[in-house]
């Protein structure tokens, strides 16, 4: 054997282990994905029949039809593949272009752009195909050229022409670690091509498939990258949605210690907001036309809170239940809570205004202490306890429509920062009679 041929079986070594690490995995489903399957079989492809030319071309020998027959077979199958090859990295560089705000004329052109490859790579198979090789030098220079070699060559430079065009008019609208193999494709498939152009013994056009094939996986393909990204997303979708149902530092608490806990709290305000004459209006307009008028004022509701200091507790029907001072405590939470109570009344007036709707509610505020916390196994919730919260609850339903009613506590802690009217005294289940008052 005088050719050197250690840059093969590195190559196929590198390529194997690849692949059977590539395989060895669960892969998350891509046209990417996909393609760069077809690219490492054919990078290893590639490999193999080069050695296996080179062992035939070694022993070429004039007027010996059998060796010239194997021989021409090989090497053409060997340049058939190849183009392939660079046909596969062409399709694979279009598909890492396409743009997630893809449009139909974006992809009409990317129809288009794999047009154009196949058909430049059925043009050139054909004329591989069609011409035969030519045979120069002896021992270890031989080497084959004519059009077929030429073929590979042009469609070669072609095809980095081609993927740098892609990478020029992608640069900015698609992410760096897509185009990373494209660079690297440009990169190998050039230098190569002009190495073996000059020094036909060195046989490294094989080693640079190998390395692109290595630096693609790195760059793009690693599905353990791919797994941490695609994890990283479901955990951001799980965290979000968890940050809808829980407050952040509870949140934060559950993730790392999913157990129930509770705790005891002085000064906390709670809220309680209720639909007046929700269920005689079902009956009037419709359950589901009056839920979704519900859903889209508590969302506004939900947007609106996101402006203060406090934490929506739950929805229960057409109830809606608000805490300031959990789960972390603050001074100001009653007057906080007050605030918010005045600004929902203000919303209501311009949500009936835009939906042409008649909704009332009534408003329930009471000041503290509670048990706040997490309880049971499953389908956490942040919830409150104790009679603080059920006295709100009580102010709610003894409350006037679109009136903001508040215990003693809040009037005393609000001190001369609101109008008070007291409201006649109502015999408040589990707290007897009591003084309680309206915001003016």
Not at 75 to 89: G, W
Not at 124 to 132: G, R
Request: glycine letters at 6%; hydrophobic letters at 45%.
């Amino acid at each position: 054997m005088n050719y050197n041929i250690e840059f093969q079986i590195a190559s196929i070594i590198f390529v194997i282990t690849v692949m059977v690490v590539f395989f060895s995995k669960k892969r998350w489903p891509s046209t990417a994905n996909i393609v760069y399957r077809v690219v490492m079989f054919l990078t290893l492809a590639t490999l193999l029949l080069d050695v296996c030319s080179v062992i035939t071309i070694t022993k070429y020998v004039g007027g010996n039809k059998e060796i010239e027959f194997l021989n021409n077979l090989l090497s053409k199958l060997y340049l058939v593949v190849m183009l392939a090859y660079i046909a596969t990295i062409d399709i694979y560089a279009v598909v890492n272009t396409i743009h997630k705000k893809k449009t139909n004329v974006h992809l009409t052109i990317k129809y288009i752009e794999l047009a154009v490859i196949i058909m430049g790579l059925l043009v050139a198979i054909a004329i591989a195909i069609a011409n035969p090789l030519l045979y120069g030098g002896e021992g270890k220079y031989i080497y084959s050229y004519g059009i077929p070699s030429d073929t590979v060559y042009v469609y070669s430079t072609a095809s980095v022409i081609f993927v740098l065009t892609l990478l020029v008019f992608n640069i900015n609208k698609v992410s760096l670690k897509r185009l990373v193999p494209i660079i690297t494709f440009s990169i190998m498939e050039g230098s190569v091509a002009i190495v073996q152009m000059f020094n036909k013994q060195l046989l490294v056009i094989g080693f640079g498939t190998a390395i692109s094939c290595l630096i693609m996986y790195f760059a793009l393909e690693n599905p353990d990258m791919n797994m941490i990204d695609e994890l990283n997303k479901a955990n951001k979708r799980s965290r979000d949605l968890l940050l809808n149902i829980l407050p952040l530092s509870i949140a934060n608490k559950l993730e790392y210690d999913a157990k129930p806990f509770f705790e005891e709290l002085d000064n906390v305000s709670i809220m309680f907001i209720d639909i007046v004459g929700f269920t005689k209006m079902c009956s009037e307009v419709g359950g589901t036309y009056l839920v979704k008028i519900l859903n889209d004022f508590f969302g506004e509701l939900d947007d609106l809170i996101a402006n203060f200091k406090v934490e929506k507790i739950k929805t229960i029907g057409d109830a809606y239940m608000i805490a300031a001072g959990v789960p972390d405590s603050y001074d100001y939470n009653c007057q906080e809570i007050v605030k918010l109570a005045r600004q929902i009344l203000r919303l209501l007036i311009d949500f009936n205004r835009r939906k042409h709707t008649d909704l009332h509610v009534r408003i329930g505020i009471n000041n503290g202490r509670v048990i706040a916390g997490v309880i049971g196994k499953k389908k956490f919730i942040y919830d409150l306890w104790g009679d603080s919260v059920n006295l709100a609850s009580r102010l709610e339903s003894n409350g006037e429509t679109d009136r903001i009613h508040v215990s003693e506590r809040v009037k005393y802690l609000l001190g001369d920062q609101c109008g008070y009217e007291p409201h006649p005294l109502v015999d408040m289940k589990g707290f007897g009679k009591l003084q309680t008052y309206l915001l003016t």
